[in-house]
T-cell receptor
Framework: KAGVTQTPRYLIKTRGQQVTLSCSPI?????VSWYQQTPGQGLQFLFE???????NKGNFPGRFSGRQFSNSRSEMNVSTLELGDSALYLC??????????FGPGTRLLVL | QQQVKQSPQSLIVQKGGISIINCAYE??????FPWYQQFPGKGPALLIA?????SEKKEGRFTISFNKSAKQFSLHIMDSQPGDSATYFC???????????FGTGTRLTIIP
């Protein structure tokens, strides 16, 4: 089976812009979670979607949002980008339980 | 509030030695404890995972030891190899909750 794919892999934006990141889960996986990874804060949970519904949400401001489509593909959006949003954004998919498989991530740089 | 504490932050081990990374958790609702390995420029890869109903789980050279009463668990890498050099993260999640709470990571370097 193909692994989790994320696009784009790298992205450069300026403050105030918005960005949309995409994630395609492993075939058959219905749960998609998003994490932010930074050197200072480590790996932090953003949100999780299952069957197009958000099931869990982390402690991030409302500028961070996501959605899941009927084919389980997911997107996350960050509006009004800030310098501190520079990070590696990781998507993980799971069949339905806890075992999560991560994609390679999208590295976002905000200038 | 950091709910999973990981140590050490960095670790240097000679080839063939045993690498040991420790984690402690606070939330007694956690019931799933995976370890992830991450190489530079890559996403975390699931290495091995354990549930509280067993005290030890072994897969190849990797072993998780779990102490429920102390709320601690550790990863042992036997016969450590240079290819094991990576950052290792412990994590925890609760029943029916997909949210993983991660430790801060351990940068492991295996020297010849």
């Amino acid at each position: 089976k193909a692994g989790v794919t994320q696009t784009p892999r790298y992205l450069i934006k300026t403050r105030g812009q918005q960005v949309t990141l995409s994630c395609s889960p492993i075939s058959g996986h219905r749960s998609v979670s998003w994490y932010q990874q930074t050197p200072g804060q480590g790996l932090q949970f953003l949100f999780e979607y299952f069957s197009e519904t958000q099931r869990n949400k982390g402690n991030f401001p409302g500028r961070f949002s996501g959605r899941q489509f009927s084919n389980s593909r997911s997107e996350m959006n960050v509006s009004t980008l800030e310098l501190g949003d520079s990070a590696l954004y990781l998507c993980a998919s799971s069949p339905s339980g806890e075992t999560q498989y991560f994609g390679p991530g999208t590295r976002l740089l905000v200038l | 509030q950091q709910q999973v504490k990981q140590s050490p932050q960095s670790l240097i081990v000679q080839k063939g030695g045993i690498s040991i990374i420790n984690c402690a958790y606070e939330n007694t609702a956690f019931d799933y404890f995976p370890w992830y390995q991450q190489f530079p420029g890559k996403g975390p890869a699931l290495l091995i995972a354990i549930r509280p109903d067993v005290s030890e789980k072994k897969e190849g050279r990797f072993t998780i030891s779990f102490n429920k009463s102390a709320k601690q668990f550790s990863l042992h890498i036997m016969d450590s190899q240079p290819g094991d050099s990576a950052t290792y993260f412990c994590a925890a999640s609760g029943f029916g909750n997909e949210k993983l709470t991660f430790g801060t990571g351990t940068r492991l370097t295996i020297i010849p």
